[in-house]
């Protein structure tokens, strides 16, 4: 063998295994051409915070947050071009995300930010009463 990696017959190669962990699974990306958002997200002294990776956009005009019935979507475009001394490189693509969001979410009421290639969204979720009410009875 002398340092050579040998692949067994049927078993994937590692470059394809651990690409499942930035890609998911094969077979669950519905549109082509359509491509993942790493993110991270905390709920956190009402506020829920998800935080997207999102370098190389303008996010004035490349990227588009809504939310609907309870569902943050986030959508960004990529179009970039690197130039060196004798190649020229372009990175672009359709990036996508929703989330679902925590129940008692204000999503008319949340912000973003974006700073050093990474998108913030801020969305404030009110802390719901939970205690016992008395309810009087009325008699007539």
Same mark, same amino acid.
């Given at each position: 063998?002398? &340092?050579?990696?040998?692949? #067994?017959?049927?078993?994937?190669? #590692?470059?394809?295994?651990?690409?499942?962990?930035? $890609? +998911?699974?094969?077979?669950?990306?519905?549109?082509?051409?359509?491509?993942?958002? %790493?993110?991270?997200?905390?709920?956190?002294?009402? *506020?829920?915070?998800? !935080?997207?990776? #999102?370098?190389?956009?303008?996010?004035?005009?490349?990227?588009?947050? $809504?939310?609907?019935?309870?569902?943050?979507? #986030?959508? @960004?475009?990529?179009?970039?071009? *690197?130039?060196?001394?004798? %190649?020229?490189?372009? !990175?672009? +693509?359709?990036?996508? !995300? @929703?989330?679902?969001?925590?129940?008692?979410?204000? &999503?008319?009421?949340?912000?973003?930010?974006?700073?050093?290639?990474?998108?913030?969204?801020?969305?404030?979720?009110?802390?719901?009463? $939970? +205690? *016992?009410? $008395?309810?009087?009875?009325?008699? &007539?």
């Amino acid at each position: 063998m002398s &340092g050579m990696i040998e692949r #067994l017959p049927g078993w994937p190669a #590692l470059p394809d295994l651990f690409g499942w962990v930035e $890609t +998911g699974f094969p077979g669950t990306h519905a549109v082509a051409g359509l491509h993942h958002i %790493r993110i991270e997200e905390h709920l956190t002294d009402g *506020t829920y915070v998800v !935080r997207a990776e #999102l370098p190389g956009i303008d996010p004035a005009k490349d990227v588009e947050i $809504t939310v609907t019935e309870g569902v943050l979507t #986030l959508r @960004a475009e990529r179009s970039e071009e *690197t130039t060196e001394k004798h %190649r020229t490189e372009f !990175r672009y +693509g359709t990036f996508a !995300r @929703a989330l679902r969001l925590p129940a008692g979410a204000q &999503g008319e009421e949340a912000t973003a930010a974006y700073k050093d290639g990474v998108l913030t969204i801020t969305v404030p979720v009110p802390e719901t009463k $939970t +205690g *016992t009410r $008395t309810i009087p009875v009325q008699h &007539g």
